[in-house]
């Protein structure tokens, strides 16, 4: 077997004398033993020849730079990486691994969540924060006076992770009373994303309720499920009145620098606006003195439209009459409606899917658990298919539209549930808040 020189095979009493670095003395010596002593006359004169070589070979140089244009600046140093301000947040994973600091926390944790969550049974939160399966994020206080008490806890969130299936569930999330308002509870989920990717995980999951689904949607979180159903099907509890979301969690994103991702991509949108755009590179002369009178002669259908597109540059940019007109006068007035309309109904979808007995109205009756659904009801409608409709734009031309399919889904379900089912008395409370939410005229709800 072929070993490197520098290391000597096992077991060998031999040692190999390295070379010392070399000293002045060291040379001296070398000069005495080794080398025959010179003439001084012949080194000096070597010497003199050596020196005024290299003295006319430097005039010389500067004679050549005197004609070559000066060297380009070297280029500026990469602008400093600005501090990450997630990096000054004390955080920690804790888990009940028995160890007398991790209980400490754990009690905080309990806590925390069961004063800032109170309609959730203490025992439920407690049962499920010292499940070994469970893991926990502590936003913790730079104050050592509060360190391993409960006021150390700024913020958590209780998750328990599933690596065969690779998503997380989320079991609560809260932060302090007085710490609230600052932006923990961002900085608190950006965090657990990040921890989330070291884990493998590309889902996380949760039951919100009706007070918790927009602090969900500011974090990423929708209620389109992209994950399919068998992954975390029969591994997560059902909660009644409780609304599933997720949040997709990409490997490559860092969670902590969304601001400056976002500041990046519009720099780098606008860097390439700038280099084909001629907006800010052409000027033109000034109007001439019969353009007053053009814009007096247009016709009045058309005036607006004439006056903008005789203005020098418009037709340049790619405007046409026609795209004019559709945003002037009438044209635009519709639109107005239209979008005056749809806000309304969004905002009375929404209020419906606020209310706790609309939860199981939300989504779509799933008819592969209830086979024979749509034996029963032959219209299928949901919150969910009406936010989309609305959302288009183009379904709903009035209130009594969506007056219309909301009775529609109340209907489908005294239908096919019993009416002594949680379901029904779902319905008629829903019915009660429609009547209330669409008021009626001689029969029928408002459109004005």
Same mark, same amino acid.
């Given at each position: 077997?072929?070993?490197?020189t520098?290391?000597?095979?096992?077991?060998?009493?031999?040692?190999?004398?390295?070379?010392?670095?070399?000293?002045?003395?060291?040379?001296? @010596? #070398?000069?005495?033993?080794?080398?025959?002593?010179?003439?001084?006359?012949?080194?000096?004169?070597?010497? $003199?020849?050596?020196?005024?070589?290299?003295?006319?070979?430097d @005039?010389?140089s500067h004679?050549?730079? $005197?004609?070559?244009?000066?060297?380009?600046?070297?280029?500026?140093?990469?602008s400093?990486?600005?501090?990450?301000?997630y #990096?000054?947040?004390?955080?920690?994973?804790?888990i009940?691994?028995g160890?007398?600091?991790?209980?400490?926390? +754990?009690?905080?944790?309990?806590s925390?969540?069961?004063?800032?969550l109170?309609?959730?049974?203490?025992?439920?939160?407690?049962?499920?924060?010292?499940d070994?399966?469970?893991?926990?994020?502590a936003?913790?206080?730079?104050?050592?006076?509060?360190?391993?008490t409960?006021?150390?806890?700024?913020?958590?969130?209780?998750?328990?992770?599933?690596?065969d299936?690779?998503?997380? /569930?989320i079991?609560f999330?809260?932060?302090?009373?007085?710490?609230?308002?600052?932006?923990?509870?961002?900085k608190?989920?950006?965090?657990?994303?990040m921890?989330a990717v070291? /884990?493998?995980? $590309?889902?996380m999951i949760?039951?919100?309720?009706?007070?918790?689904i927009?602090?969900?949607?500011?974090?990423?979180?929708?209620?389109? *499920?992209?994950?399919?159903?068998?992954?975390?099907?029969?591994?997560?509890?059902d909660?009644d009145?409780?609304t599933?979301?997720?949040?997709?969690?990409?490997?490559? *994103?860092?969670?902590?620098?969304?601001p400056?991702?976002?500041?990046?991509?519009? /720099?780098f949108i606008?860097?390439?606006?700038?280099?084909?755009s001629k907006?800010?590179?052409v *000027?033109?002369?000034?109007?001439?003195?019969?353009?007053?009178?053009?814009?007096?002669?247009?016709?009045?259908?058309?005036g607006?439209?004439?006056?903008? +597109?005789a203005?020098?540059?418009?037709? $340049?940019?790619g405007?046409?009459?026609?795209?004019?007109?559709?945003?002037?006068?009438?044209?635009?007035?519709? @639109?107005?409606?239209? @979008?005056?309309?749809?806000?309304?109904?969004?905002?009375?979808?929404?209020?419906?899917q606020?209310k706790?007995?609309?939860?199981?109205?939300?989504?779509?009756?799933d008819?592969?658990?209830?086979t024979?659904?749509?034996?029963v009801?032959?219209?299928?409608?949901?919150?969910?298919?009406?936010?989309?409709?609305?959302?288009?734009?183009?379904?709903?031309?009035?209130k009594h539209?969506?007056?219309?399919d909301?009775?529609?889904?109340?209907?489908?379900?005294?239908?096919?549930?019993?009416? /002594?089912?949680?379901?029904?008395e779902?319905?008629?409370?829903?019915?009660?808040? +429609?009547a209330?939410?669409?008021?009626?005229?001689?029969?029928?709800?408002?459109?004005?």
């Open positions: 077997m072929q070993i490197s520098m290391v000597l095979p096992t077991g060998s009493t031999k040692k190999r004398k390295l070379p010392l670095p070399s000293t002045t003395a060291d040379h001296d @010596d #070398d000069d005495t033993n080794e080398n025959p002593p010179s003439d001084p006359t012949k080194s000096h004169v070597d010497g $003199e020849a050596i020196s005024s070589s290299s003295s006319s070979d @005039d010389e004679k050549h730079d $005197e004609h070559e244009p000066a060297a380009p600046p070297p280029p500026a140093p990469p400093p990486k600005p501090p990450n301000p #990096d000054q947040i004390k955080r920690t994973i804790v009940n691994d160890k007398r600091e991790s209980l400490i926390r +754990l009690i905080g944790l309990k925390l969540f069961a004063k800032q109170p309609k959730m049974p203490k025992e439920y939160i407690a049962r499920l924060v010292f070994r399966r469970h893991k926990s994020l936003l913790l206080s730079g104050d050592p006076r509060k360190k391993f409960d006021e150390e806890i700024i913020g958590g969130i209780c998750y328990r992770s599933y690596p299936m690779r998503f997380a /569930e079991a999330c809260a932060v302090s009373a007085s710490q609230q308002v600052k932006g923990y509870g961002t608190l989920m950006n965090l657990l994303k921890h070291t /884990e493998g995980i $590309e889902y949760t039951y919100a309720d009706n007070y918790a927009g602090y969900f949607k500011k974090q990423g979180f929708t209620k389109a *499920i992209q994950m399919p159903k068998a992954r975390y099907q029969g591994l997560i509890k909660y009145g409780g599933l979301m997720e949040c997709y969690i990409h490997p490559s *994103i860092d969670f902590t620098r969304i400056q991702m976002v500041q990046a991509q519009k /720099e606008l860097q390439r606006i700038r280099a084909t907006s800010d590179k *000027i033109y002369p000034p109007l001439p003195p019969e353009f007053a009178k053009r814009m007096e002669s247009s016709s009045r259908s058309t607006a439209a004439a006056r903008a +597109l203005v020098p540059g418009v037709i $340049e940019a405007w046409t009459m026609s795209d004019l007109m559709a945003s002037t006068g009438g044209a635009k007035d519709a @639109d107005q409606k239209k @979008d005056m309309l749809k806000k309304e109904l969004l905002s009375l979808v929404q209020k419906v606020e706790q007995f609309s939860w199981c109205f939300r989504d779509p009756v008819t592969n658990e209830v024979d659904y749509l034996e009801v032959k219209d299928p409608i949901d919150l969910r298919t009406m936010e989309k409709r609305v959302r288009k734009g183009d379904h709903y031309k009035s539209q969506l007056y219309a909301m009775m529609k889904m109340v209907n489908n379900c005294k239908i096919y549930n019993d009416p /002594e089912s949680t379901y029904h779902c319905a008629v409370s829903l019915e009660k808040f +429609l209330t939410l669409f008021p009626l005229k001689s029969g029928e709800p408002s459109i004005e």
